[in-house]
């Protein structure tokens, strides 16, 4: 079975330009999440779809950061304009909701360097 | 505040040794999973081990084997007979919201295999 599903591996731009990350989670997962990962913050909870809705945005640093989910098999991540602080690695995962064993299932990466 | 504390940023451990990586938590979830997950140098994000809080039973897979003190809010991980693949980042985490997978990482502990 295809895991999760991120493209690109590795995106450097520069700053100002528009950054996005792609995501395709695990067939018949219906929640999806976006970290991201630095060096001094950790992972970092972005934000959450359940059934192609945003259910918590709370972690989006800022108005620069979008995401959208418009069916059930892809997600977006943008960043624009994008700031060198956006440099980091960004996750996509996905998971089955409910009372369910919890267990997120991770996509290898985008890292994003913004010059 | 859910709050997962990892306080080794670093530990090293002998090939075939034993080694045991320390995590407290804070949460007001009354039903909650805890996770240990690898991260190692490919960067995807796997599941080492998943302890349901209602169990008192300590989860175990293969080498690897948690502490779990409910009261103490501690989830140590143990790695039995360490392998030269067992070197990579580990990360606690534990879910909150209701299982939907919301996960929250501590900082992780970066873990060293020595031949």
């Known amino acids: 079975d295809a895991g999760v599903i991120q493209s690109p591996r590795h995106e450097v731009t520069e700053m100002g330009q528009e950054v996005t990350l792609r995501c395709k989670p695990i067939?018949?997962?219906?929640?999806l999440f976006w970290y991201r990962q630095t060096m001094m913050r950790g992972l970092e909870l972005l934000i959450y779809f359940n059934n192609n809705v945003p259910i918590d945005d709370s972690g989006m640093p800022e108005d620069r950061f979008s995401a959208k989910m418009p069916n059930a098999s892809f997600s977006t991540l943008k960043i624009q304009p994008s700031e060198p602080r956006d440099s980091a690695v960004y996750f996509c995962a996905s998971s089955t909701s409910g009372r369910g064993t919890g267990e997120l299932f991770f996509g290898e990466g985008s890292r994003l360097t913004v010059l | 505040a859910q709050t997962v504390t990892q306080s080794q940023p670093e530990m090293s451990v002998q090939e075939a040794e034993t080694v045991t990586l320390s995590c407290t938590y804070d949460?007001?979830?009354?039903?909650?999973?805890l996770f240990w997950y690898k991260q190692p140098p490919s960067r995807q994000m796997i599941l080492v081990i998943r302890?349901?809080?209602?169990?008192?039973q300590n989860a175990t897979e293969n080498r690897f084997s948690v502490n779990f003190q409910k009261a103490a809010k501690s989830f140590s991980l143990k790695i039995s007979d360490s392998q030269l693949g067992d070197a990579a980042m580990y990360f606690c985490a534990s879910s909150y919201g209701g299982s939907q997978g919301n996960l929250i990482f501590g900082k992780g502990t970066k873990l060293s295999v020595k031949p």
């Open positions: 949460t007001s979830e009354s039903d909650y999973y």
């Open positions: 302890q349901e809080a209602y169990k008192q």
């Open positions: 067939s018949g997962h219906n929640s």
